[in-house]
Each structure stands twice: as C-alpha cells, then as structure tokens.
C-alpha cells in the first residue's frame, strides 16, 4: 500500500475546502482517531515491530488537529475525507470517517495557531552495522496539510473566537426564523418613502437580510437550515442584524408592537432629539390591505367627505330647528308638526340655571329661536358636522348612518377628553389640565402659598401623595424620551374644600425641548365646571418656565385670577363668527352616534349655528369612529382622515358642542311666547 496515495488526496481535499468557510464538528478525537485504526481491513495494517503500521503519532496528530474539519459546499456539509483515493483498504477507511464526521453537528469555526497541520516526513536511522556508513535511513511520510492564513490565529485568542461565534449563529438563526417577511417589507417601504431617519444607511443590509431569509425558507430540512446560518454567520455582516438598530426595529415589527411605537424606539436610537419625521408611518403592504377591505366592505364612496347642511338631516334628529330654517329639512309634513307641537307651559320665570336635559325637555319645544353667547373661553367648542358626499355609501362607523363630527384643532372632543383617556382625573373641583403637540417633554407645576407655607406640585412628588391642599399631579407624559405627539398633563383638587386660603401660582416648565415645529401648549383651568383656556404659541426655550396664571382661593370666592397669560376676553372673529356676541341657533341635535333613538359612546349636543364657518381644520372622520372590522387598518385611515378634509362651503353645518362627559356650560336666549336668558349646565 501506498500511504502516499491518501496522503496527496486528503491534502487536495483540504486545499480546495479552504476555498470555503471551514468549520469544526462536535466529535471526540480520540474515537476518530481509534475508527481510523480499526478502519483497514484485516491485513491492510500489519504490525510493523511493537504497533501497527499505521499507527503513528505524526498521523494522530493530524487527525486529531484537522480530522474533525468540514465545509459547505452547494448547500452540502463536506469532510476533509470525502476523497477516493483508488486503493481498497483506503477508500474503505475514507469513507468510514468521513460518514462519522459528518453524522455530527457544526460547534464552530475551523482556527489553528500553526501554519500546518501534520509532519510531512520525517526520516529513521536503521543499523545493520557497526558503521554508520553502514546504516540505512527509512524515510516515513505522514498527513499534512498547509493551512490558510485566514484561518490562522493566535493560539489565546481561539476558544474566546470560537464561543463568539456560536453565539453570532444562534442569533442569526434565531433572526432568520423568527423576523418576518412583513416586517422587512414594511422596514424597506419606510425607507423607501423617507419615513425612517437614515433608514438609507441600512437599505443594502435589509436587502441583504431579505434575501438570506428568501434562501434559508426555501430549504427543505433543519441541517440544512442548521449548514445556513453557519455559512453565512461567520462570512458576512449580515449575520449580525439583530444587534444592530435596524434589527431591533424588525424585531419589534415582527412581535407584533405597534409600527408608531416600534419607529419611535428606532428613532430614541439614532435620531437627534429635535428631530420630526417627515411623512406618516404607513406603508405600501398597509396601504394596499386597507384598500383591499375598503373595497371588499363598499366602503370607498364613503371616504369622500364635505360638511353637512340642513338639508341632509331629518327632523327626526333635531331637538330644535329655527322657523327660518325647517323648510331645509327633510322628512314629510307630519314629522314637521310633530316637532313643533307645543307642550304644558311652564313657569320659567325664576329658571336662571338648567340642565341640559331639562333644557331639551321643557324649554326646547316651545322656544321660537334660541341663541347662544359665543364667550371666548368656548374657542375648543367649536364643532362642524361631516357628511359623506355620496349618501347612499355604505357605513363606516359604529353607528348606523355616515354622518361624523369634528372639533376645532382636528380633535373628536375636548382637552379633557384626553386627560380622561390619559387616565387623568377630569372630575377635581379644580382641574389644570396642560396640552401640547410635539415630543417635547413639558412639565405642569403648582406652586402653593398657604398660611406661609410654599409647596410645589410636579413630577418630582408625583408618587408622594397629595399635596397640604389636596393638589395631585396624576399624568406626566412624555419624560425620558418622547412617546406621543398629543400629550397632556393634569394637576387636580378633588376637594375644595381641603384648599386653604392663599395664593396658587401656575406655570409650565420646559425641561427638554426636542422639536422646533408645533410649539407651544394650551393650558384649561377648570374649577366647578367654568372652563378657561390660555394658549401660549412661542417656543419654549429648555429650562424656560412659563407663568399660566396667578390664582387666589378663598373659601367663600373660590378661586380668582390674580395674573395670567393674555385672556380671550376681548372680542374676536373665530370660524365667521365674533365672540362675547349671542349668535342664532339654526339647529339643535344630538351627535350622529346617538340619531334615531341608538346610542354609542360619548353623546355630544351640537348647536349649529348661523354663518358659522370651519376655518379649514375638519377631519372626515377618526378611527375610534370606525367599524371594529377596519381597526386592523387605522393607521391608513389616520393618514386618509388628515389628507381627505371637507372642501369649504358656505352652507355648512358648524356651531358649538358640549360632551356629555365634560362639564360645562352655554348662556342661551329663549324667545317664543316668552323671552328668557338661561344658563345650560351640561
């Protein structure tokens, strides 16, 4: 036999595996070692003097160093001894191992701190004489390999590589299976559309990814994805994707977090803190499921919307319809003399405050008109009515017609609405309830001055119950990083009655300025149900502290403002209409979601006023509006809402409205067989 034979061919072999990634498998040395020995076939390895001809410690050496050595190839694990060398006894012994190498699994990379592996030849002194002329030298040949310097490293540093390694291709295993094709898509559509600060810088790594993953599901069995990820772990950057910003970001995607959420984590990573996304985070996937099902349920006439006017409401959803305006109204003449039809009279002639459901009740029908004074602190209150432009188009909402509403500054109700979904309490004595409309963290405090004690209300005492006088700070948004651009804050009194005499000082305090755009805040001062509004437009430079207002709380005045921002009491011209001026009611009904005698959610009172006109700020509808089958899709409905306003029109629907949830009140002036000017407590 030859030894040089299988020498030369485990040699080759080797040369052209390191063309590859070269990698180690999970064996004992010592048993491949033993199978090579007990390989041959009997009389192939003779005893040559104490041991058998093979049996060697160059050769062990070998086999212990590079043995267990493997490569993929064509998606195929491959051994050093995958070779057929044209001899019987070493082919057999070939294939002996290399079914046992490649029965095991993958540990990790192949790395050595020599530049060869084995002894290519080494030589024997045999004495057959006295002389040493007369000695014979047997030269004797061994495995031996050349080894790449890619895989040459220093010896301390190999097993710390090694565990890196591993760990790199669970992870990326763990990415490849668990990061979805959704997830990707979305991440490369915000790219794509600009809505991912930088995103750009991680475009080819994306694709990269994709495409890896397109590989790794095609594949048919768990060794094969297992080969993969051990290929593409230790030869490519992409392997690393999970620990990198973009990874986290499809990650998030592909748990199932919220796209707005997972983006905002994402931007808290790279962004700069002033930083404001440039287009809505919806994507093309999205866009294109949302259009699916807005077709598949007949909804895509009911997308179009303009304001409503008298003559798309029936009588039947009017409590009141000004004598100059009914003939507008649809519905036939016997609805018409069932509205007007008088009740019992009353005597009103003491009434100076009412509910508003006894003002619907017995003031309502027997009024002849009814207006209302338009104060300035009822700016929030100002509401326009929304009606799709095909009135035959499907519903879209939680209630059966296709009518909505919308407030001034693009909200479905009131600051206060938002401090109660905030979790806030809305229902103090005195309420202080602070909004703004960027990241910005913007912090409520209350400085009291009470029988020569200061003590100051924020976020630094939040958890340390009330405050001497019952004051409790209960919603602190937007700290650490920002969360949401519709934040609010809520310092509430439950009791007035704890509040001691003394003087109550306001102010916002901007303690991290993180956007130029959408500056400013709005601040309610809210005690016993008369609501005050102070807007403050300018920026609000870090660390700057703006005073609200100055109050004074006695028991027996309440409270009174000492000091404040400029107040809305002079007169002015909102939506067409003056303030501190009484305006005539052309109807009078509840929100849509309460018509025809059905009631969902929060019940508003619209009072549509004449010559009252949207400044252009209407939203078509808001996604707590729509079905429960279109919530899946609300993030395109957000974006459709805000880019599909009603176009302005004279004869619009637009007035003031008052929650059901939010106390307040209108001054109206009754006339019909009587005049009267009545406060309506809602």
């Not at 050093?80 to 057999?92: E, F």
């Not at 991912?196 to 069995?221: C, D, I, P, W």
């Not at 997308?303 to 009017?318: E, G, H, M, P, V």
Request: glycine content about 6%; charged content about 25%.
């Amino acid at each position: 036999m030859d030894f040089n034979v299988i020498k030369t061919a485990v040699a080759a072999q080797f040369q052209h595996m390191q063309a590859y990634q070269l990698f180690r498998v999970d064996i004992d040395k010592d048993a491949l070692w033993q199978l090579y020995l007990s390989s041959f076939p009997e009389g192939t390895n003779p005893i040559y003097r104490q041991r058998t001809e093979h049996d060697c410690s160059c050769c062990r050496h070998f086999i212990r160093t590079v043995g267990d050595v493997v490569t993929v190839i064509d998606g195929h694990l491959v051994s050093v001894w995958d070779v057929v060398v044209g001899d019987r006894a070493y082919d057999i012994v070939c294939a002996k191992l290399a079914m046992f190498v490649l029965s095991k699994p993958i540990t990790g990379p192949f790395l050595h701190y020599e530049a060869t592996a084995g002894t290519d030849r080494n030589f024997e002194i045999l004495n057959v004489g006295d002389s040493l002329m007369m000695s014979e030298v047997k030269t004797w040949t061994h495995f031996f390999v050349n080894i790449d310097r890619r895989f040459i490293k220093p010896k301390v540093d190999i097993p710390a590589l090694v565990a890196e390694s591993h760990t790199q291709h669970d992870v990326f295993l763990r990415s490849l299976r668990e990061i979805t094709f959704d997830s990707i898509e979305t991440v490369l559509d915000l790219i794509a559309q600009g809505s991912l600060y930088r995103g750009e810088e991680h475009q080819a790594m994306v694709l990269q990814f994709r495409q890896a993953k397109t590989n790794f599901t095609a594949l048919h069995s768990w060794q094969e994805q297992e080969l993969f990820a051990w290929t593409y772990s230790v030869s490519g950057a992409v392997s690393r994707i999970r620990n990198t910003v973009i990874g986290s970001l499809l990650a998030d995607l592909s748990e199932g977090r919220d796209l707005e959420e997972s983006v905002r984590s994402f931007e808290a990573k790279v962004a700069p803190t002033n930083y404001k996304r440039p287009s809505a985070l919806i994507t093309k996937a999205m866009i294109a499921d949302a259009k699916t099902t807005i077709e598949f349920l007949g909804l895509t006439s009911a997308l179009d919307r303009r304001y409503a006017k008298l003559s798309d409401i029936t009588i039947n959803n009017l409590m009141f319809a000004d004598r100059s305006t009914r003939k507008a109204l649809t519905g036939d003449v016997f609805d018409a003399l069932e509205q007007s039809t008088s009740t019992a009279p009353k005597n009103l002639d003491k009434v100076e405050e009412v509910t508003i459901d006894r003002f619907i009740a017995e003031i309502v029908p027997r009024a002849d008109s009814i207006e209302v004074l338009f104060e300035n602190r009822l700016q929030g209150n100002l509401v326009s009515l929304i009606a799709p432009c095909d009135p035959t188009a499907r519903h879209m909402f939680k209630w059966d017609n296709n009518f909505s509403w919308s407030y001034v500054g693009e909200v479905a109700d009131a600051i206060k609405e938002r401090v109660k979904a905030a979790g806030g309490n809305v229902t103090g004595d005195l309420c202080c309830r602070l909004a703004w409309s960027n990241y910005d963290d913007l912090d409520l405090h209350m400085v009291e001055t009470t029988d020569n004690v200061r003590y100051e209300i924020y976020y630094g005492n939040r958890y340390q119950g009330a405050s001497p006088n019952g004051g409790r700070l209960d919603v602190d948004m937007n700290a650490g990083v920002g969360h949401t651009r519709t934040p609010v804050e809520n310092i509430f009194y439950a009791d007035r009655r704890h509040m001691r005499p003394g003087t109550y000082v306001l102010f916002v305090h901007q303690y991290n300025a993180r956007e130029k755009s959408d500056v400013g805040f709005e601040v309610e001062i809210d005690y016993l149900g008369t609501v005050q509004r102070f807007s403050y437009a300018n920026p609000v430079r870090r660390g700057e502290k703006i005073v609200v207002a100055k109050l004074h709380y006695t028991q027996k005045d309440g409270i009174t403002i000492l000091e404040s921002l400029p107040t809305t009491a002079l007169t002015r011209t909102l939506w067409n209409l003056p303030t501190q001026t009484f305006h005539r009611v052309a109807g009078l009904m509840m929100s849509p979601n309460y018509w025809d005698g059905r009631g969902v959610g929060n019940r508003h009172y619209l009072f549509m006023l004449d010559n009252c006109r949207n400044d252009g700020t209407a939203r078509g509808f808001f996604n707590e509006f729509l079905r429960e089958d279109l919530n899946p899709h609300r993030k395109v409905f957000e974006v459709l809402a805000a880019k599909m306003k009603p176009e302005d029109q004279d004869d619009q629907l637009s007035g003031l409205g008052f929650s059901s949830t939010a106390r307040n009140h209108v001054v109206c002036r009754v006339k019909g067989s009587f005049t009267r000017t009545i406060k309506v407590v809602f």
